[in-house]
């Protein structure tokens, strides 16, 4: 069957791959592995975002829990983030996200967090895989475990994202597009509360339109909404609201790369950036490296995702690292990416600074991307002799001022080649060329 647990938890299309029988399967195996660890009356947390399917999954999840001897929490629908914070604040010893992020209604996921709020260690999880269907003897009586609801713990959430703030965000005027997701209600009122003026869209779930042409995927209702509304800048969550990506009043784009460049300024300045370094991923524009090096930032890279990402700044004490996609991590604040919490730290840098979001924007210039997905390839050639010469006679030809990345997927037979250079007709030629050695020698 292959391993169930990918880079971000438990996914796929709700009722087909992702049954109730498998959310209570993995349930009762985490509880034993729990157990096991010595604890013996856990406590479990349990979240989930508006789709349909959570409604049974969350069921199927309280009863597995439940039945297998742990107390729940039911916190109801609230963003990854916030079930990752409420999980040590609470005393949790396990916390349970039900999401597919960023994904279409049909899908779903199912996320396990350690009591500290971070996500399982592939060890864990592989424990937990290892242990489905085992026979075990359930508990009766008084040892079965109790449900209860705590829908109004989304507060203390709020209240946490709130102490975090430098100062207010008074005279500013946002427009949140939530996704029909996770954070339509906490999004909103956590902004009001810091004092912004909040205007919204996509914050009218109905279990079946989540990311549906709106959040941080679909980003042109958001900038005809700030354009019309004349608002200082809008904001863009997906489907969990565990990222963020950004809009100017002009209606101009402000992706991952370019935010972590605005917090990590305003957090070095400050003296709160650890080191002065970032943590940024591979797929980070070289425009974003080259402006935090003109800065004295140091960047240091990882693997793409931001489970590599957090493995850097645990393992090396940095607090502030990424995504291009906007996953940013402010580990002072946050076990997680948190776009509700980045986006608050970068409406009070807009107001601390008295400029605006273009305007601190322009501290990093974007280089041209181009990103071609060579389909149908073996991706176990991406080492090939003859695409490493290509690659080394491109990244010659670019010089300082571009870059080249082969990258083959992690779950299709499909080689990702990516090339940033000063004009996109550059970047365009030279990827094209690359993708046409990938087809030729990835066979």
Same mark, same amino acid.
Not at 104 to 120: E, H, Q
């Given at each position: 069957?292959?391993?169930?647990?990918?880079?971000?938890?438990?996914?796929?299309?709700?009722?087909?791959?992702?049954?109730?029988?498998?959310?209570?399967?993995?349930?009762?195996?985490?509880?034993?592995?729990?157990?096991?660890?010595?604890?013996?009356?856990?406590?479990?947390?349990?979240?989930?975002?508006?789709?349909?399917?959570?409604?049974?999954?969350?069921?199927?999840?309280?009863?597995?829990?439940?039945?297998?001897?742990?107390?729940?929490?039911?916190?109801?629908?609230?963003?990854?983030?916030?079930?990752?914070?409420?999980?040590?604040?609470?005393?949790?010893? &396990?916390? /349970?996200? #039900?999401?597919?992020? @960023?994904?279409? $209604?049909?899908?779903?996921?199912?996320?396990? *967090?350690? =009591?500290? %709020?971070?996500?399982?260690?592939?060890?864990?999880?592989?424990?937990?895989?290892?242990?489905?269907?085992?026979?075990?003897?359930?508990?009766?009586?008084?040892?079965?475990?109790?449900?209860?609801?705590?829908?109004?713990?989304?507060?203390?959430?709020?209240?946490?994202?709130?102490?975090?703030?430098?100062?207010?965000?008074?005279? &500013?005027? /946002?427009? #949140?597009?939530?996704? @029909?997701?996770? $954070?339509?209600?906490?999004?909103?009122?956590? *902004?009001? =509360?810091? %004092?912004?003026?909040?205007?919204?869209?996509?914050?009218?779930?109905?279990?079946?339109?989540?990311?549906?042409?709106?959040?941080?995927?679909?980003?042109?209702?958001?900038?005809?909404?700030?354009?019309?509304?004349?608002?200082?800048?809008?904001?863009?969550?997906?489907?969990?609201?565990?990222?963020?990506?950004?809009?100017?009043?002009?209606?101009?784009?402000?992706?991952?790369?370019?935010?972590? $460049?605005?917090?990590?300024?305003?957090?070095?300045?400050?003296?709160?950036?650890?080191?002065?370094?970032?943590?940024?991923?591979?797929?980070?524009?070289?425009?974003?490296?080259?402006?935090?090096?003109?800065?004295?930032?140091?960047?240091?890279?990882?693997?793409?995702?931001?489970?590599?990402?957090?493995?850097?700044?645990?393992?090396?004490?940095?607090?502030?690292?990424?995504?291009?996609?906007?996953?940013?991590?402010?580990?002072?604040?946050?076990?997680?990416?948190?776009?509700?919490?980045?986006?608050?730290?970068?409406?009070?840098?807009?107001?601390?600074?008295?400029?605006?979001?273009?305007?601190?924007?322009?501290?990093?210039?974007?280089?041209?991307?181009?990103?071609?997905?060579?389909?149908?390839?073996?991706?176990?050639?991406?080492?090939?002799?003859?695409?490493?010469?290509?690659?080394?006679?491109?990244?010659?030809?670019?010089?300082?001022?571009?870059?080249?990345?082969?990258?083959?997927?992690?779950?299709?037979?499909?080689?990702?080649?990516?090339?940033?250079?000063?004009?996109?007709?550059?970047?365009?030629?030279?990827?094209?060329?690359?993708?046409?050695?990938?087809?030729?020698?990835?066979?």
């Amino acid at each position: 069957m292959g391993r169930l647990f990918g880079t971000d938890g438990v996914r796929g299309v709700a009722g087909r791959d992702l049954t109730a029988e498998l959310a209570m399967d993995l349930s009762v195996a985490a509880a034993h592995v729990l157990r096991d660890a010595g604890r013996s009356r856990p406590l479990a947390v349990v979240g989930r975002d508006p789709r349909a399917s959570g409604e049974f999954l969350e069921a199927a999840v309280v009863a597995g829990l439940a039945s297998s001897g742990m107390d729940v929490l039911r916190l109801g629908v609230l963003p990854t983030p916030a079930v990752a914070y409420l999980t040590p604040a609470l005393g949790a010893d &396990l916390g /349970v996200m #039900l999401s597919a992020s @960023h994904n279409p $209604a049909p899908d779903n996921g199912i996320k396990f *967090l350690t =009591r500290r %709020g971070f996500k399982l260690p592939d060890a864990v999880e592989n424990e937990i895989e290892d242990r489905l269907g085992e026979p075990w003897e359930r508990p009766v009586g008084s040892a079965v475990g109790r449900v209860r609801e705590a829908y109004g713990e989304a507060n203390r959430y709020v209240a946490h994202l709130l102490t975090s703030l430098p100062h207010r965000l008074d005279g &500013l005027r /946002v427009v #949140l597009d939530c996704a @029909h997701g996770a $954070a339509h209600m906490v999004a909103p009122e956590a *902004l009001r =509360r810091a %004092g912004a003026q909040v205007d919204t869209i996509g914050t009218a779930p109905d279990g079946l339109n989540i990311n549906d042409g709106v959040g941080s995927t679909h980003l042109d209702p958001l900038k005809k909404a700030v354009v019309a509304k004349s608002a200082d800048l809008g904001i863009a969550y997906d489907g969990d609201a565990d990222r963020c990506l950004a809009v100017t009043g002009d209606g101009e784009e402000i992706d991952g790369d370019q935010i972590m $460049a605005i917090l990590a300024l305003a957090m070095r300045s400050e003296g709160r950036l650890q080191q002065d370094t970032v943590v940024a991923t591979v797929m980070s524009n070289l425009g974003f490296k080259l402006a935090m090096r003109e800065a004295g930032v140091s960047v240091v890279e990882t693997a793409v995702g931001d489970r590599y990402v957090l493995e850097q700044m645990q393992e090396h004490g940095y607090n502030f690292g990424g995504e291009q996609s906007g996953h940013v991590i402010m580990l002072d604040h946050a076990t997680t990416g948190d776009g509700l919490l980045t986006s608050l730290h970068l409406l009070a840098a807009v107001v601390s600074s008295g400029r605006s979001l273009a305007e601190l924007a322009s501290v990093m210039t974007k280089l041209p991307q181009v990103l071609v997905n060579v389909r149908d390839v073996a991706k176990d050639q991406a080492a090939h002799p003859a695409l490493l010469a290509e690659v080394a006679l491109a990244e010659a030809e670019l010089g300082d001022t571009g870059r080249v990345l082969i990258r083959p997927s992690g779950t299709e037979p499909m080689i990702r080649v990516m090339v940033e250079a000063r004009s996109h007709e550059h970047a365009e030629t030279v990827a094209a060329r690359l993708a046409d050695t990938v087809r030729e020698v990835c066979r």
